[in-house]
């Protein structure tokens, strides 16, 4: 199924599925394990723990997507004070290096900010911090 611009596999079976998007068979056991870890209350134990708040895998249709792994912006990344300057391990600036937009994600607060609740991609700590480290940069 194609529309909105994305691409969607619906199946009946688990089976159909891997089969239309060449996933392995082994998607039939471990939805079977998982279910299973559902069923027993037992989700913290499957290989990627789960809360118990979720549900069992049982009712067709099925739908699958391709989907890619990634990051909306950097975990981690440079510690920087408020001119935007990355911070040694001292914590001192080093002079003429900068961060801005997703770059200096959480770490001028040290804090860790989770943003999908309303991400913006980065633009408005790129659009502030763009203009604090310009112009911090250009009186170098």
């Known amino acids: 199924m194609?529309?909105?611009?994305?691409?969607?596999?619906?199946a009946d079976t688990l089976g159909e599925i891997a089969e239309k998007t060449g996933i392995s068979k082994r998607l039939i056991d471990t939805v079977a394990e998982f279910n299973r870890a559902v069923d027993q209350n037992?989700?913290?134990?499957l290989p990627v723990?789960?809360?118990?708040?979720?549900?069992?895998i049982d009712t067709a249709p099925y739908y699958a997507i391709?989907?890619?792994?990634?990051?909306?912006y950097t975990q981690g990344g440079p510690r920087v004070n408020t001119k935007g300057e990355v911070l040694d391990t001292d914590g001192k600036p080093i002079k003429g290096l900068y961060a801005t937009?997703?770059?200096?994600?959480?770490?001028?607060?040290g804090l860790y900010v989770n943003r999908f609740g309303g991400y913006t991609g980065g633009l408005?700590?790129?659009?502030?911090?763009?203009?604090?480290?310009a112009e911090?940069?250009?009186k170098l």
Do not use: E, H, Q, W
């Not at 037992?42 to 134990?45: E, G, L, N, V």
């Not at 391709?66 to 909306?72: A, D, H, Q, V």
């Open 66 to 72: 391709p989907i890619l792994p990634g990051t909306p």
């Open 101 to 109: 937009g997703d770059l200096m994600s959480g770490n001028l607060t």
């Open 136 to 138: 911090n940069a250009v």
């Open 42 to 45: 037992a989700t913290d134990r």
């Open 124 to 133: 408005c700590t790129a659009l502030t911090f763009g203009l604090i480290t």
């Open 2 to 10: 194609i529309g909105l611009g994305g691409y969607v596999v619906a």
């Open 49 to 56: 723990p789960k809360t118990n708040l979720i549900n069992k």
